[in-house]
């Protein structure tokens, strides 16, 4: 295992105290911190980084650098590593050499523990940013984030404050932005799936409203964001007691998820209404995050379901897609001499719909905006004569939802579980 340590420049020297072992029953007495952390957590390695003060500065009363006088306590203790030549500034380019100089000491997969005791200006923010750098990059596990309070001691017993606590909550934030911005929950669901069966049980809604919302499995978010307030309210006294702050994080996936969920989302037949504007929401929620194609593919799905939630349909049947998507062309399909092939048996029930509904219909179907054209245009990756530029798919895509809103307006579709 590695450690990493700041020594600074006290003039009047370094106090001795008694720190306290923050990870097992013990004390140590000493001036120096750095003789402290190599007897609780006995590294391999010291780093020690110094800048040209703290290397060669001499305190009051002292007849040699605090240093100096560091390296003979722990020249048989510990491999003893200075890192010289720290930038005493604090230039963009001073803070880019320290961060190099802190990642520059560890490599793929090792063990470490950071100490900003008496790290100075900047020192400790860049110690906790190349912490959350390395873990990802490299891999690199941090034991501690250690922390030792002076100014917090009692009867000159000095605490060591470990801070990964404060890591754990950027892991946990990231993660959970991750999530809410892009739909992506691996990491937030890896995260959970370490806690008791309360967390694991909220890892397998998120997985699961992840996993729908990738492969476009709209019932499948449906049902998992039904359960995700209950999961969430179930699992967040365990998971703040580890980091508490991170409840307003789960109220945040809750505000963003749970208004997809419908409870028995199979059941469209008792609330097809519901089921519709879910599934609208979902087509918002990928056109707001960018994701275009799933918006496409949900939005042409939803025309049809909403015709089968007219004619009273099962919206999952297969012939009855199609019957509904036969009357979104025009009801009827001829042959290349206009003879009459097939005629939708819903076409009566079609023509007698009111002129606004059907124009809007057609409007989007395969008129104007040409949904379905679109759609064809994009999941077969503009591999055909004439394809549509991003820009005009995006700014078609925008006049595509406008117009499925107003769609579940003159439809007068209602939340039936309200």
């Known amino acids: 295992m590695k450690a990493i340590s700041f020594l600074g420049f006290n003039k009047r020297g370094y106090q001795e105290t008694t720190y306290l072992n923050p990870i097992a029953p013990g004390e140590y007495k000493t001036k120096f911190i750095q003789e402290a952390l190599v007897e609780f957590y006995n590294p391999d390695t010291l780093y020690v980084l110094l800048t040209n003060t703290a290397a060669t500065g001499i305190p009051d009363n002292e007849t040699e650098s605090s240093w100096e006088t560091l390296k003979k306590k722990l020249g048989d203790k510990v491999n003893l590593q200075p890192i010289n ?10 803070i880019w050499k320290l961060f190099q100089m802190l990642t520059d000491c560890l490599e793929e997969g090792d063990r470490v523990v950071f100490d900003i005791t008496n790290g100075f200006r900047s020192l400790p923010v860049l110690a906790l940013i190349a912490v959350s750098y390395l873990r990802v990059v490299r891999q690199v596990e941090i034991q501690g984030l250690i922390y030792g309070a002076f100014d917090a001691k009692t009867n000159n017993k000095t605490p060591i404050f470990d801070l990964l606590p404060i890591v754990s909550l950027l892991e946990w934030t990231t993660a959970t932005d991750q999530f809410i911005k892009t739909g992506n929950g691996q990491a937030l669901a890896s995260l959970l799936d370490q806690g008791d069966s309360t967390a694991k049980d909220l890892a397998v809604s998120i997985e699961g409203i992840a996993q729908g919302l990738q492969l476009l499995r709209p019932m499948d978010v449906i049902q998992e964001s039904a359960i995700l307030p209950e999961r969430i309210l179930a699992a967040a006294p365990m998971v703040s007691q580890t980091v508490p702050p991170f409840a307003a994080l789960l109220q945040r996936v809750e505000k963003d998820y749970g208004s997809f969920g419908l409870f028995n989302s199979t059941d469209y037949r008792r609330y097809p209404q519901s089921s519709l504007l879910r599934q609208l929401k979902i087509v918002e929620w990928y056109a707001a995050k960018g994701q275009i194609v799933q918006a496409l593919s949900m939005a042409r799905e939803w025309l049809p379901s909403l015709l089968c939630y ?109």
């Open 85 to 94: 030549n720290v930038p005493e500034g604090h230039s963009t380019s001073d």
């Open 310 to 418: 007219h004619f009273q349909l099962d919206p999952l049947d297969k012939g009855y897609r199609e019957e509904m998507e036969l009357l979104l062309t025009g009801g009827k399909i001829k042959d290349k001499d206009g003879i009459l092939i097939k005629e939708s048996q819903y076409l009566v029930e079609w023509s007698n719909l009111p002129k606004e509904k059907k124009k809007q219909l057609n409007r989007l179907w395969g008129g104007e905006l040409n949904l379905a054209n679109l759609r064809n245009d994009v999941l077969h990756a503009g591999f055909r004569k004439n394809p549509k530029n991003a820009q005009n798919i995006l700014h078609q895509t925008e006049l595509i939802i406008k117009e499925l809103e107003a769609i579940a307006k003159v439809w007068n579709l209602q939340d039936e579980t309200v």
